[in-house]
Nanobody, 116 residues
């Protein structure tokens, strides 16, 4: 069974940095054409943050461009989200996501809280 587990969240001051990890098990991330990060603030809809593909295509929501960096490390079967110059509006639960064989896989989420 494919499982995705996020970690690395926490409390950070505005302007600081965090690196989130998404560790996959049950399958190599090389089999995941697209991997994505989403986030969800309390009372808000889940929002797309970033995506990457095996071919190297990367996309970000406008609000995080030039601040966040998405990457993969196949040797560790892990996807990362490097968050720099974080802002209070970045606060939320961050989720890892991928699709495989018409199924959608989500991690449990990791909480990121950015203080002013």
């Amino acid at each position: 069974q494919v499982q995705l587990v996020e970690s690395g969240g926490g409390l950070v001051q505005a302007g600081g940095s965090l690196r989130l990890s998404c560790v996959a098990s049950g399958m190599s991330i090389n089999n995941f054409n697209v991997m994505r990060w989403y986030r969800q603030a309390p009372g808000e809809q889940r929002e797309f943050v970033a995506s990457n593909t095996n071919s190297g295509r990367i996309d970000y929501v406008d609000s995080v461009k030039a601040r966040f960096t998405i990457s993969r490390d196949p040797a560790k079967n892990t996807m990362y989200l490097q968050m720099d110059n974080v802002k209070p509006e970045d606060t939320g639960v961050y989720f890892c996501h991928t699709d495989m064989r018409s199924r959608s896989y989500w991690g449990q989420g990791t909480q990121v809280t950015v203080s002013s």
